[in-house]
């Protein structure tokens, strides 16, 4: 089993900064307005991360879902003229949108960019974030309608009319005009026990925050059991945020400048804001750090470092350590199963030349690489906004 790695296209802004604490501040900055050290998301700077990815060897861009970045459907098509071979990990909700619509959609989607589709399922645990698209169901109900919409995704996706008589949802004769091909993998991510049941039935691939080894072990064993189960069989991913350097003390460096970037008011803001998420993964990335900005309880792992929590909402831990540590970590994850890595870093382009010139290397020289890419022409870094 060799390692997928995966890279992020930040949709909501990048920048030198934790960038995503802008989202949960007590008073919600103007967003047509620039910030001070804020890379707008703009085609161009995502062209650039995108195509920096691609050269690099990742396989895939993770593009994020909300009301506080782009639309990945529309960001990531748009992005798959600029690129050959790319593919695109597009977040999306379930609850927004019909079954039907989303199985069309996907299957255009294959169509258009010759089979570069992915789709990461998002449930939501926010409320909050939930209403803004009119979603007024609570947590448990999100889930079963979830465990629905997938149902018909996949049936709409056999060629053949498909009927579905659910509690959310009633289609009668639901089909696409050609089947996506090949059929778009699904991740799908989520801690509660109301969330399992859902993977077990649907996801290809689970995906897990970056919790400790033990933490991640455990949620594979439960995973794989469910699974089991339900007679299939689930591979599994994580989400990281990575700063790697030549040495590890030159990572640590720069961890430790992302954090006396942050002021206290907007570490209070955040945790309390991301306090009240519904999401059980959110509760356990919370549970990591505390809300403490002490340096040494950040480290709740080897090299496994829970700062960007502080701010940000989901993934909230970062791999930090030399290009070695770095590869280290990564294959103690391999060792427990885990296959899709889908990472990310503050500047989104620069760190990821950082690992792919650093820790993909590495990684290939341990086997768990096909190869490394040949480097092509430079690509310019994009001035700060």
């Given at each position: 089993m060799t390692v997928h790695l995966h890279w992020f296209l930040p949709t909501g802004g990048d920048g030198r900064t934790l960038v995503d604490r802008h989202a949960y501040a007590a008073n919600p900055i103007d967003r047509t307005k620039p910030v001070s050290g804020v890379r707008a998301p703009d085609i161009e700077y995502l062209a650039q991360i995108a195509k920096a990815a691609e050269q690099l060897g990742f396989e895939a861009v993770l593009t994020p879902t909300g009301t506080w970045c782009e639309d990945a459907w529309l960001t990531t098509v748009a992005l798959a003229q600029h690129t050959e071979r790319l593919k695109f990990l597009v977040a999306f909700r379930p609850g927004v949108i019909s079954p039907t619509l989303a199985a069309q959609m996907a299957a255009t989607y294959q169509r258009i960019t010759r089979g570069r589709l992915l789709l990461n399922?998002?449930?939501?645990?926010?409320?909050?974030?939930?209403?803004?698209?009119?979603?007024?169901?609570?947590?448990?109900?999100?889930?079963?309608?979830?465990?629905e919409f997938l149902s018909v995704v996949r049936g709409v996706w056999s060629g053949q009319p498909y009927d579905f008589d659910g509690a959310h949802y009633q289609v009668e004769g639901g089909l696409t005009a050609l089947p996506p091909d090949p059929l778009p993998e699904i991740f799908f991510g989520g801690s509660s026990a109301a969330a399992g049941p859902v993977a077990a039935r649907h996801a290809d691939v689970y995906l897990t925050w970056g919790e400790p080894p033990a933490q991640v072990k455990e949620k594979i064993d439960w995973i794989r059991s469910l699974a089991e189960l339900e007679g299939r069989t689930v591979r599994f991913g994580i989400r990281l945020h990575t700063i790697s350097r030549d040495a590890s003390a030159e990572a640590w460096t720069t961890a430790r400048r992302l954090l006396d970037d942050l002021d206290p008011e907007s570490i209070a803001a955040a945790q309390a804001a991301l306090g009240r998420s519904e999401s059980v993964g959110q509760q356990r990335m919370l549970a990591l750090h505390g809300g403490s900005r002490d340096r040494d309880r950040l480290e709740v792992s080897p090299n496994l470092w829970a700062g960007v929590g502080l701010v940000r909402g989901g993934a909230g831990t970062a791999l930090v350590g030399s290009h070695a540590e770095v590869a280290d970590r990564i294959e103690e994850y391999h060792a427990l199963g885990i296959e899709h890595f889908v990472l990310s870093g503050y500047p989104h382009l620069e760190e990821a030349y950082w690992f792919g010139e650093g820790v993909i290397p590495e990684l290939a020289a341990r086997g768990l690489l096909p190869g490394v890419p040949a480097s092509g022409a430079p690509i310019l870094v994009a001035s700060g906004r």
């Open positions: 399922v998002v449930t939501g645990g926010d409320s909050t974030e939930q209403r803004r698209f009119g979603d007024r169901l609570g947590h448990e109900q999100r889930y079963a309608r979830t465990d």
